[in-house]
Each structure stands twice: as structure tokens, then as C-alpha cells.
């Protein structure tokens, strides 16, 4: 007869494992700021140009500014001045001359010299021209497009694993005894009976 009976409890448990991981996230659509220049075109001309300077002529006419008419009658009053005085120098030399008398000298001063004829052509001088070429300028800026470029990276994230462990119930050893008490001495017991020897 079987008095102990042992019976053995297993460990009971949950476990719970979630793998590690990578997951990536994918950027949007590539985005561009687009701008754009027009191209320009400028053009300059300047027409023909002349100039026509005519105080030359004018003066050769008589026809004279007043600063050119001061300058040259100032030269032409010194210049008679100058001859002036070297006539009556002359006369005055004359006067130590014996054969020559102030009537002799006064007379030769009366008599008119013999006009001189010349024939001009006026004016004598023509205008002064001068005069400058057309001008034309071209000038062209070519138009731009610039592109700015939004770079969008995709994005990476690491998930490290997970390990759970839920002890739903520890290991255990159950010992039970089957059979009844031991009395010692045997008589102490309530069920003993003497036996007949």
C-alpha cells in the first residue's frame, strides 16, 4: 500500500516577445521654388549730329560779336598809333633836312596817294562744320529661371525588441500522506483492538 503520494506542479508562465524593428518613414513629394527673370532689352540711338559754327564767316562780312569787335579795334587803334608816331617821327627828321621846308613837308602830306583797287570775294571764310556719326546701342539680358530645390530625406527610427515574462505560477512540490496516523504505542489508538494470540 502506497502511503505518500508526491505530485509535482510545473512552472506556469506568459511570455511576450516583440521583435526589434526598423521602420522608415518616406518623405513627401520633392518640392522647388521656381523663379523667374524675364529677359530685358535695352536699345540707346542718338542721331546724327552737326554743329555749324559760323562766327568766321560773319567776322569776314563785318558781322561781329562785340568781344571780337573791342579786340580788334584795340589792335587796329594801337596799330594806328604805332604808325602814327613813326610818321611823325619821319616828318620830324625831315625837318633837319635843308632843302625841306614845314610848307615843302605840309603839302606832301596833302597830296593823296594813289588809290589801290582790289577785288575780294566775301565772305572769305565759310562756316566751320563738324558733326558726329549715329550711335545705336544695343544691350540684351537674357532671362533666368532659378530653381530651389526643397531635398526631403527620408526618416529612420530603430525600435529595440521587448521581452516580457508573466509568472502565472511557480513550480511547487506537493507531498501527501495517504495513510492514517502511527500511534506509538499502538494500543493508544482509538481504532486498536488486541488481537488474540
Known amino acids: 500500500m502506497q502511503l505518500i503520494r508526491i505530485i509535482n506542479v ?54 561781329k560779336d562785340i568781344q571780337r569787335f573791342a579786340a580788334d579795334n584795340a589792335a587796329k587803334g594801337t596799330q594806328n598809333v604805332q604808325e602814327t608816331t613813326g610818321a611823325i617821327m619821319s616828318d620830324v627828321s625831315k625837318f633837319g633836312d635843308p632843302g625841306m621846308s614845314v610848307k615843302d613837308i605840309m603839302a606832301s602830306k596833302l597830296m593823296d596817294p594813289t588809290p589801290q583797287v582790289a577785288m575780294t570775294f566775301l565772305p572769305t571764310v565759310g562756316p566751320a562744320i563738324t558733326w558726329q556719326p549715329p550711335d545705336l546701342q544695343l544691350d540684351y539680358e537674357p532671362g533666368t529661371v532659378t530653381f530651389d530645390w526643397k531635398l526631403l530625406q527620408n526618416t529612420m527610427e530603430y ?31 482509538p481504532d486498536y483492538a488486541e488481537t488474540e494470540k
Not at 17 to 30: C, D, N, S, T
Request: net charge negative; proline share 7%; hydrophobic share 35%.
Open 10 to 63: 510545473p512552472i506556469e508562465y506568459k511570455m511576450e516577445i516583440e521583435h526589434a524593428r526598423l521602420e522608415m518613414k518616406q518623405a513627401g513629394e520633392v518640392q522647388a521654388d521656381i523663379s523667374q527673370k524675364q529677359g530685358q532689352f535695352h536699345m540707346k540711338s542718338r542721331n546724327i549730329q552737326m554743329r555749324m559754327d559760323s562766327s568766321e564767316m560773319r567776322a569776314s562780312l563785318g558781322l
Open 159 to 189: 525600435i529595440p525588441g521587448k521581452f516580457h515574462l508573466e509568472i502565472l505560477q511557480y513550480p511547487d512540490v506537493q507531498i501527501e500522506y495517504l495513510g492514517g496516523p502511527n500511534y506509538v504505542p499502538p494500543s493508544a489508538s
